[in-house]
């Protein structure tokens, strides 16, 4: 059975960092792309950045250039998401998604998902 489990979200402050990681198992994603969403209390899920099986190529949303970084280790079947210069606007639960047919930006193309990690940016 494959699992995304996600883990390091926490209430922050603004201005601070976090690192979110997403640990899969049951198969292996070295040659997926894998991905990041978000989704804020009455919201729907948004894209928040993706990065390719290699590395080589990564995709951001506009909101977090700059202040988000995705890595991955394909070794550890992991990906991970830093954020820096939190503000209250990044506050959400944060899914990991993998293997994408299509756009990465669309909630559709991501055939697995992870069951979420909440992130809080008080001030």
């Known amino acids: 059975q494959v699992q995304l489990l996600e883990s390091g979200g926490r209430l922050a402050q603004v201005g601070g960092s976090l690192r979110l990681s997403c640990a899969a198992s049951?198969?292996?994603?070295?040659?997926?792309?894998m991905g990041w969403f978000r989704q804020a209390p009455g919201k729907e899920r948004e894209f928040v950045c993706a990065?390719?099986?290699?590395?080589?190529?990564?995709l951001y949303t506009d909101s977090v250039k700059g202040r988000a970084t995705i890595s991955r280790d394909n070794a550890k079947n992991t990906v991970y998401l830093q954020l820096d210069r939190l503000a209250p606007e990044d506050t959400a639960v944060y899914y990991c998604?993998?293997?994408?047919?299509?756009?990465?930006?669309?909630?559709?193309?991501?055939?697995?998902w992870g069951q979420g990690t909440p992130v809080t940016v008080s001030s």
């Open positions: 049951g198969r292996s994603f070295s040659n997926s792309a």
């Open positions: 990065i390719n099986w290699n590395s080589g190529t990564t």
């Open positions: 998604a993998a293997q994408a047919f299509g756009t990465w930006a669309s909630v559709e193309s991501w055939r697995y």
